[in-house]
């Protein structure tokens, strides 16, 4: 079993920034591809950002690209997502995920581990 919680989550403006971390407990966090992924209201959880066990390749969504940064530190086992110029859009309660093995997967079912949620609200 992994243990994931997220943090960091928080009302910001339209054009600000925000810093989510996940720490995980348990299980070897080097073994596990690590990924967020979020869900609006009314919406389908969607991919965020994956990274594989080594941080040395990542893999974003296109509306994120550029804005969005995922990295890990296998040392403190945790796991940061830098968002900057968030827009409304960006608007949901953000999950980490992580799944044992090399791939980098983009899919919900992917993924084995779950944290609770953290929620990031932009505000116009």
């Known amino acids: 079993q992994v243990q994931l919680a997220e943090s960091g989550g928080g009302l910001v403006q339209a054009g600000g920034s925000l810093r989510l971390s996940c720490v995980a407990s348990?299980?070897?966090?080097?073994?596990?591809?690590m990924a967020w992924f979020r869900q609006a209201p009314g919406k389908k959880r969607e991919f965020v950002a994956a990274?594989?066990?080594?941080?040395?390749?990542?893999v974003y969504q296109d509306s994120v690209k550029g804005r969005f940064t995922i990295s890990r530190d296998n040392a403190k086992d945790t796991m940061d997502l830098q968002m900057n110029s968030l827009n409304a859009e960006d608007t949901a309660v953000y999950y980490c995920?992580?799944?044992?093995?090399?791939?980098?997967?983009?899919?919900?079912?992917?993924?084995?581990?779950w944290g609770q949620g953290t929620q990031v609200t932009v505000s116009a």
């Open positions: 990274i594989n066990i080594s941080g040395t390749y990542t």
């Open positions: 995920a992580a799944r044992e093995g090399f791939e980098v997967v983009k899919y919900p079912s992917g993924y084995e581990y």
């Open positions: 348990g299980r070897t966090f080097r073994n596990y591809g």
